[in-house]
């Protein structure tokens, strides 16, 4: 019977996986933190293949597991950091008036979701920081809504940190078979996907519903 064959090791990868790999081996921690901050800023670039991977660098010996943790969740902070001083800078009127212009949307919308973050923001940043997709975008009303900056910077370390520590602990315990864990976590993506598809859907039926003429009787 013939063997599988190995999983590629960082020299054999290419495209988005080949650069993060380059640039990890080549400014060690730093270039980790660098690649895993840019996916809060383009979200393309999945923590999901690119925090295994640390952690498979790690394991190679580019860096320690410890300096693995430290850089790739300072990473993801600052690059949260960005995208919420960029929400703050909007500012909550400006993305009212944005919002109304929306189909099928209006300022109550916007409104009912503004004091539902007031509600539960700190929650919404600590667990949307583990959530694919949301996790990207989460830092935006934050910043929109001007939470105090020392608790969006708590709930999102604690939230980073506790992402961080599965996956780039799951790549160093892997090693070679690292891409196993961002296949598996494609699919829990997949899932929130849907989600967001149903959720958006039912949305736009209830509007549409909504908005039609109510006929008397003839």
Not at 44 to 70: D, I, K, M, N
Not at 163 to 188: C, D, K, M, Q
Request: proline residues 7%; positive net charge; contains cysteine.
């Amino acid at each position: 019977m013939t063997a599988a064959p190995a999983p590629p090791a960082t020299e054999e990868l290419t495209g988005v996986a080949g650069w993060a790999a380059g640039l990890m081996e080549s400014l060690g921690g730093p270039g980790a933190a660098l690649v895993v901050g840019l996916d809060n800023l383009f979200p393309p670039l999945p923590s999901e293949l690119v925090l295994p991977l640390a952690g498979f660098a790690a394991g190679r010996g580019a860096f320690g597991f410890g300096s693995a943790l430290f850089w790739t969740t300072f990473g993801s902070v600052a690059g949260a950091v960005v995208v919420y001083l960029l929400g703050r800078r909007l500012g909550h009127e400006r993305t009212r008036r944005l919002v109304s212009r929306l189909p099928l949307v209006g300022g109550g919308d916007f409104d009912r979701a503004a004091a539902w973050f007031a509600r539960h923001g700190g929650k919404a940043v600590f667990v949307g920081r583990m959530v694919p997709v949301f996790r990207s975008f989460i830092s935006v009303p934050a910043g929109v809504e001007r939470m105090p900056f020392w608790r969006f910077l708590l709930c999102t370390t604690a939230g980073s940190l506790i992402w961080n520590t599965g996956f780039v602990g799951a790549g160093y315990l892997l090693g070679e078979h690292w891409p196993r864990v961002e296949r598996y976590a494609s699919i829990f993506q997949y899932v929130v996907f849907a989600a967001i598809a149903v959720a958006a859907g039912v949305f736009v039926v209830r509007r549409v519903r909504a908005r039609r003429p109510v006929q008397g009787p003839v």
